[in-house]
């Protein structure tokens, strides 16, 4: 009989889901890609409105922001895209927020979500990749596109991505910043996309409408 319940006490271990670690520790870019990869769930909570903000941070005002949070999120809702509150031991010091174009889930540190006002430039940033990501043809795929015109985005943003990331990177980043910073021109992106028209909204640059055209999608 004891050997029978140790067998029994086995198998229901082996049944039992394992939690998966970082090969490289925790804060680093590899528990970010455990984390994307949803091996690492942990401490990743799905939400989806401004009340969900309110319970996690009671202590703060989400009156300011909750109506363009709540539409941005219905937006994501409408095209697909997850979004997540994550504990920060799975984001590199100082990262705030990031969007995944494979699965289009995004994730938000719970370190720095407490102020609104910080939510809200993460966001718009993040939601502003998923635009992109609808305007290189689909969410669907992992392909992102400008969607303005680079002689349009202000040079401040333009100046403060050249310190923060690399050349090949700052066309995409230049407008996700300047995104992040203006209320309601992420949404106004995704409520196109959402409606199917993200090419009729904003014209595809140049190059952007050759590769859409030569792959199908226009």
């Known amino acids: 009989m004891k050997k ?73 809702s409408q095209i ?17 927020g990031v969007y995944h174009t494979v ?15 910080v939510l809200m430039s993460v966001v718009r940033h993040e939601g502003w990749h998923a635009a992109q990501d609808c305007m290189a043809g689909t969410i669907k795929n992992n392909m992102i596109a400008i969607i303005k015109p680079e002689e349009d985005v202000p040079m401040i943003w333009k100046e403060m991505v050249k310190r923060t990331y690399p050349a090949h990177a700052q066309p995409w980043e230049a407008e996700a910043t300047w995104a992040g910073k203006t209320e309601n021109m992420t949404q106004e992106a995704l409520s196109a996309c959402a409606a199917g028209e993200m090419w009729n909204v904003f014209t595809p640059t140049p190059m952007t409408d050759e590769w859409l055209k030569e792959n199908g999608y226009k």
């Open 103 to 117: 699965s289009n889930h995004f994730y938000l540190n719970k370190s720095f979500m407490h102020r609104p006002h």
């Open 4 to 76: 029978f319940l140790l067998g029994i006490f086995a198998l229901s271990c082996l049944s039992l889901p394992v939690e998966a670690k970082p090969t490289k520790g925790y804060f680093t870019m590899d528990a970010m890609g455990c984390m994307l990869l949803k091996e690492c769930t942990d401490g990743v909570e799905k939400i989806t409105s401004s009340k969900d903000l309110r319970k996690e941070y009671p202590d703060a005002d989400w009156d300011v922001v909750a109506d363009e949070f709540d539409r941005i999120m219905e937006s994501f």
């Open 80 to 96: 697909g895209v997850d979004v997540h509150l994550a504990d920060p031991k799975y984001f590199p010091v100082g990262h705030r």
